[in-house]
């Protein structure tokens, strides 16, 4: 069996810092991904730009040149892609951590591939595997999805937007822009506050000029092969539907965190536990780090202000090492 100072399960931009951190120090580490390197980050929309400038999403000081102030997923992926190859980080890309059992003081991490033995574990997981679900009869549907891709798919189509956050608004004005006759469903009063500064007024526009109807205080019922329900202020309304996505957040595998053995707030919040002067979990030698830390919470937490929790992490192993 392999062994290693720590094993880093996620090969997302925190993942990927603390593996560069890791070998900076001399430890012995390897970065477990399951999907390719920054597997979220290739899942998210073909044309999505940041809401941080490139500088923000550096790590390790090096530095992240893009075209406009605020970098596109595509450069994103090179930047990150470099850093993995140019430094030679030990990762194993397309094999899952199933578990970690505690034995002797050490952690046996099993995969879809091997079974490891390192001393301590960094858990960098994310949140975007799984999406908050929005329970109507319907959504099961092949129509339907959780993830935007890309807008020519939506061309001369009758396609509904559920939810009022970023990649909601994004992905409503881009298939607008390709053809699409777009319905945004809002669960409350307006845009969301957090919609990038920049493309707002755009969508407020949109909406108000009556380019993309919008329900506001608004949810779905059920969604069938032709059309869907909305509840809205405007009543119960029933409109041709071809395609639905339901944008409406992710959200981190609470399950694995629980096999691990982390304990989670009791509220809805499900804050997993954490020191927040040494990311080191409730248990010994198990650390958090990047998005997973915000639970439910999932703007609590980004590139920009988590990827500190690498120098933290490596310094309090080395610190428990002397
Ligand atoms: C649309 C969108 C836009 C965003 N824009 C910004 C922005 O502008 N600025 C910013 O700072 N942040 C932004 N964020 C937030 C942040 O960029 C991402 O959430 C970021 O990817 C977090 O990095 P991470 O390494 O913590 O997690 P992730 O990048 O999600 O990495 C987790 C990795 O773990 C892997 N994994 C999960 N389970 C396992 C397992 N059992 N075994 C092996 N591998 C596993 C996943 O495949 C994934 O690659 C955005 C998020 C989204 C969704």
Redesign the pocket.
Same mark, same amino acid.
């Given at each position: 069996m392999q062994r290693f100072d720590v094993i880093i399960? $996620? $090969?997302?931009?925190?993942?990927i810092a603390c593996g560069l951190e890791a070998k900076k120090a001399g430890l012995s580490y390897l970065i477990? !991904?399951?999907?390719p390197i920054?597997? #979220?980050?290739f899942n998210?929309?073909i044309n999505?730009q %940041? %809401? #941080?400038s490139s500088e923000?999403?550096e790590i390790d000081e090096i530095p992240f040149i893009s075209k406009e102030a605020?970098p596109k997923r595509n450069e994103a992926l090179e930047y990150y892609r470099r850093i993995v190859t140019s430094n030679k980080l030990a990762v194993h890309l397309f !094999?899952?951590?199933?578990r970690v059992e505690q034995r002797d003081n050490k952690f046996i991490v099993e995969?879809t591939k091997s079974t490891y033995e390192t001393s301590n574990v960094i858990v960098?997981?994310?949140?975007?595997?799984l999406p908050n679900k929005i329970n109507v009869p319907g959504e099961d549907l092949a129509k339907v999805s959780h993830y935007y891709k890309d807008p020519h798919f939506y061309a001369s189509q009758k396609l509904a937007v559920i939810g009022a956050s &970023?990649?909601a608004i994004d992905a409503a004005l881009e298939c607008y822009r390709k053809g699409a006759e777009v319905t945004l469903i809002i669960r409350g009063p307006e845009v969301g506050k957090r919609v990038k500064y920049w493309v707002r007024p755009d969508i407020i526009n949109r909406i108000e000029e009556g380019s993309i109807k919008a329900y506001y205080d608004a949810t779905v019922n059920e969604i069938r092969e032709n059309n869907l329900d909305i509840n809205s202020s405007e009543g119960l309304v029933t409109i041709p539907n071809d395609f639905v996505l339901a944008l409406t957040g992710?959200m981190p &595998?609470f399950e %694995?965190l629980k096999r691990l053995g982390i304990q989670l707030s009791s509220d809805e919040k499900l804050l997993p536990t954490y020191n927040p002067d040494t990311m080191e979990s409730n248990i010994e030698g198990l650390y958090l780090?990047?998005?997973?830390c915000g639970g439910m919470e999932t703007h609590k937490?980004?590139? !920009?202000? #988590?990827r500190i929790h690498a120098p933290t992490i490596i310094k309090h192993i080395l610190s428990k090492k002397v």
């Open positions: 399960i $996620g $090969g997302g931009p925190i993942g477990i !991904e399951k999907g920054v597997n #979220s980050l998210y929309p999505m %940041f %809401f #941080s923000k999403l605020k !094999e899952e951590v199933k995969t960098a997981t994310g949140f975007y595997d &970023n990649s992710y &595998n %694995f780090a990047g998005v997973i937490w980004f590139i !920009e202000n #988590s």
